[in-house]
């Protein structure tokens, strides 16, 4: 809370009394402190793949480039490295322009049937790679009025975490439904999910798995390419839509990702 005392005369001799002004920063400063966290998160997501490439050059230089077999490696990692940044660095622009509501959102009918096929080939070969098969449960009748570039960021997001977190031979399910009934007959959601038969989210971490850069396991998202930034991106275009995200998870046996749109009629 900042108070302000103002004192105030009717002429100068002539006290009038004072105003006294409360100001509730509370906002503004968790506003602040947000913003120099997040400032804080990303250098250090960025440092880390500048230090790997800057440290495998430099041995490279010092003499390593002569052997041919370290070479090759040091600049394999070199270029996976820079190729982790660009993608840190797409992501990062991508959310701070969501973030600050910067993007327009262009709504046009969508028929989920078609659009899911559509987006679901597009990770085929992604699931083919793993073995993992990709099953659909669409409802044929349900339309919804959205922005349909984002809406296929949503739903590529959260298919490419379902094949990266589910181990050979596991399956991912897309499922589209009309939810919520009105009396004429209409519907007022639409809710779609993603749900894997993968390794699951530990119970202490769902709170925070649509934090930026949060990952349960490191190790393991950045072997699998994540920057930890896909979920707060999805997250914050559910919301765009006024629409909501909510993840049940069982370890061992797999995720469910749930999203309710609304139908506008
Ligand atoms: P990442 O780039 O690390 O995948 P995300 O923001 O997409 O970042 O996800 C955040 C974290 O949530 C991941 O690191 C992972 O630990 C967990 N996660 C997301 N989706 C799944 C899933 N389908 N199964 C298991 N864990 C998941």
Sequence with gaps: LEINLVPMYHSEEEWAGIVIVLHDISAIRRL?????????????????????????????????????????????IIYDESDRLNRL??????????????????????????????????????????????????????YLEADEDRLRQ??????????????????????????????????????IIIEDTGIGIPKKDLPRIFERFYRVDKARSRSSGGTGLGLSIVKHLVELHRGTIRV????????KFIIELPVIH
Excluded: C
């Excluded at 960025?46 to 600049?75: C, R, Y």
């Excluded at 949503?154 to 589910?166: C, E, F, K, Q, V």
């Design 248 to 255: 049940e998870s069982g370890l061992g046996v797999g995720s």
């Design 89 to 142: 660095i797409v992501d990062i622009l991508e959310l701070s322009k969501i973030e600050s509501k910067r993007i327009p959102l262009y709504f046009s009918p969508i028929h989920m049937d078609m659009f899911v096929r559509k987006t679901v080939e597009v990770m085929r070969t992604e699931a083919a790679k793993k073995q993992v098969k990709i099953d659909m449960q669409v409802d044929e009748t349900v």
């Design 32 to 76: 602040e402190r947000m913003r120099s966290e997040f400032v804080a998160n990303v250098s250090h997501e960025l440092k880390t793949p500048i230090a790997a490439v800057k440290g495998f050059a430099e041995t490279l230089l010092a003499g390593a480039v002569k052997d041919e077999e370290t070479a090759n490696s040091f600049l394999q």
């Design 154 to 191: 949503i739903l590529i997001n959260l298919l490419a975490n379902g094949i990266s977190y589910t181990p050979e031979g596991g399956k991912v399910t897309v499922l589209v439904e009309p939810a919520d009934p009105t009396p004429e007959g209409d519907y007022e959601h639409v809710r």
